[in-house]
Each structure stands twice: as C-alpha cells, then as structure tokens.
C-alpha cells in the first residue's frame, strides 16, 4: 500500500551536515504520518521525527530538537530529514516509515518501512 525508499546517507565529519530523503508511493500516504527512525547495532530502534503529510506537524526526539529538521516536498512526494551539527552518537541506520496515526513516535505504530541508509559520523 506503501512503498519507501531511503537515500542520502553517507560519511560526514562530526559538525557538519547531511540531508536524507525517503521517497514515498501509494495511495495512501499522504494521509499518513511520515516518520524517521535510527538503529545503532546492539540497541533499540529509536524514533528521530514525524510529520504529518497532510498539515505538516511535526514532533522530534529531545536528542535531535534544534539540530535535525523533517519536511516534506508534495511535488516530489518526498519526505526530508536535514541532520545538522552531526555528532558521533548520530551514526546509525535512518529508517523511513508510515503511520496511521496522527504523530506517532513508537516503532509499533507503524505499518511500512524503508529499508535504511546508513550515515556514519566520524569525529
């Protein structure tokens, strides 16, 4: 029903900055929250931010307020994390994911995923 695809990950020194983008498709995403995740190996997947496409609310992780910023462009039916003042403790696997519900920031409440791109921060 929904198709994710996660790019723009990559190597960056610790300070500087990367955009990802997850490219949605389907018929019913833009009804759905657009949510980033991240997972390090050995720990819990962790929510990042959320945005609902129709309205454009967002909610962010305290870890990321004031560094990372999601948005959405409605032309390209793409959903954006831009990731500044990167820290070693950002390096992880960014999942892209849809949600029924309205601001969800719980791995349970979402139904599809993207299948990762890996940034890596080096100090």
């Known amino acids: 029903q929904v198709q994710l695809v996660e790019s723009g990950g990559g190597l960056v020194q610790a300070g500087g900055s990367l955009r990802l983008s997850c490219a949605a498709s389907?018929?019913?995403?833009?009804?759905?929250?657009m949510g980033w995740f991240r997972q390090s190996p050995g720990k819990e997947r962790e929510f990042v931010a959320v945005?609902?496409?129709?309205?454009?609310?967002?909610y962010y992780a305290d870890s990321v307020k004031g560094r990372f910023t999601i948005s959405r462009d409605n032309a390209k039916n793409t959903v954006y994390l831009q990731m500044n003042s990167l820290k070693p403790e950002d390096t992880a696997v960014y999942y892209c994911?849809?949600?029924?519900?309205?601001?969800?920031?719980?791995?349970?409440?979402?139904?599809?995923w993207g299948q990762g791109t890996q940034v890596t921060v080096s100090s």
């Open positions: 994911a849809a949600s029924p519900g309205r601001l969800p920031s719980r791995t349970y409440e979402y139904d599809y």
């Open positions: 389907g018929r019913t995403f833009e009804s759905r929250a």
């Open positions: 945005l609902r496409w129709n309205g454009a609310s967002t």
